[in-house]
């Protein structure tokens, strides 16, 4: 295992104390199972919040999307994917590289969706605009867009076991 590979997480929370050390991952999922587990309150604020599971959406993101250079990169073959799954892939690809670490922001300009979607202004205003209605997407005050929590968990239920299965389908 690599040094950058392992970490160490130390976790003081009143008379309790826990220490989680191996693979990033590993203590990640560990350190937020932790939190779930001794703090009710947590759970609680979870089931009444939309929020989006990082370590679910990064397993089920794997092989679709990747980072380089501080950009989205959408690894499967766009021409098997409809046009806004395109976009989606990209903002929700967007939200999870910044949470990483990974991108400086968790937003995409209208010319950064247009070059991963590799159509022209009117398409992507077109489908940008029908996401928005779903209230999957939303323009921020800057005139960038971001997948909402609402439009990420959707997206994960209802698209992103369809554009697995054509990944697999197209292997």
């Known amino acids: 295992m690599r040094s950058e590979d392992h970490i160490v997480v130390h976790i003081k929370y009143g008379g309790l104390e826990q220490v989680y ?96 979607l590799e159509k022209s202004s009117k398409i992507t205003s077109t489908r940008l605009s029908e996401l928005k209605r779903q209230g999957w997407v939303e323009r921020t005050e800057d005139g960038e867009y971001r997948a909402t929590p609402l439009g990420i968990i959707k997206f994960r239920e209802k698209r992103l076991p369809r554009i697995s299965s054509r990944v697999r389908e197209s292997r």
């Open 21 to 116: 050390e191996g693979p990033v991952e590993a203590v990640w999922r560990a350190v937020n199972k932790f939190f779930s587990d001794l703090l009710p309150v947590f759970k609680l604020v979870r089931h009444a919040t939309l929020t989006v599971d990082l370590a679910e959406l990064i397993d089920d993101l794997k092989g679709l999307i990747s980072f380089s250079e501080g950009k989205v990169v959408i690894l499967v073959d766009k021409r098997r994917l409809p046009d806004r799954d395109i976009i989606m892939l990209g903002l929700v690809g967007a939200y999870l590289g910044y949470r990483l670490g990974s991108l400086p922001k968790e937003t995409l300009s209208s010319a950064e969706i247009r070059q991963l």
